[in-house]
């Protein structure tokens, strides 16, 4: 199999991991009438490197150890939190997948994220790299005799047909603009792929998939379908939508080219990943799209150098 489809636990967990089950909760904030000289204790004190401005438990801005020291350069530790801090505020809301918050912080570079909750907007917690690394290790922890005992007692199920031609079907339908269901298609194929006893690692490329395909779905579209055939050989897995099609699939196939609304890109979605995360990640990958139609997306994840676990 090719090297470079192969993923890992890792990649698996930042799509399954929600930013709330990282994110520290214990957030200290500050005023935006507090005077820049006070900031500096908050800073030391706690250990951390920046801190949430909120006015009313409304998050209003985010200032930072880089703009103390400025102020500090220039004297002006008389001046007001609200004059120094950041405004313009990058935020990630609690039940995003832990994937977004990864993209953000390598896209904006910043040491720190707010967290807001999606239904009130109001603060929630602050998350790090560092409480990323700590999350996905402690999950980790957590999962791990749990698949390693899962791989030497799975199924023999098609090593228990007789017959001439055997396979499974799982179909699972997709509401669409329904963000609060968004990601149970996958997660069910998925859970169904472990009980099956397949390969960890082709557990993982086939839950990445169709995770990134459902996501498209809800964004895009009224609705959809997510159709797995799966044999002793290969996993085929087939999404259909009615939805508006893709005017130039050559460029939604492209890194980064996303057409998704503002309202979807509100909501944390349409990097513009999703298309070329599932090619990454399977063997072959067969899209074809009509304007005012719909669009048909088959890929295929081989099984040919795995087997059934014993």
Sequence with gaps: MDNNKTTTKIQELTYELKVEEVMC?????????????????????KRISGVPVVNDNELVGIVSIEDFIKCLEQEE?????????TKNIKT????????HAIMKFEKYGFGRFPVISRKDKKLVGIITKSDI???ILKKLESVYHDEEERRYRASHIFNDIIADEVFLKFQYFVEGKNFDKAGEASTGLKKTLYRLGLSPDIIRRAAISTYEAEINIVAYTDG???TAYIDPHQIKIIITDKGPGIP?????????????PGWVRELGFGAGMGLPNIKKFTDKMTLRSTVEKGTHLEIIIKLSDYRIED
Excluded: C, H, W
């Design 77 to 85: 530790m008389n001046a007001l939190v609200e004059d120094k801090m």
């Design 133 to 135: 690394i700590k999350g």
């Design 25 to 45: 909760t214990d957030v200290e904030t500050v005023g935006p009438k507090m005077p820049v000289s006070q900031l500096r204790d908050v800073l030391y004190n």
């Design 92 to 99: 990630l809301y609690a039940d995003e997948p832990l994937v």
């Design 248 to 260: 130039d699939v050559e460029k939604a196939l492209q890194p980064g080219f996303s057409t998704a």
């Design 224 to 226: 959809g379908e997510i």
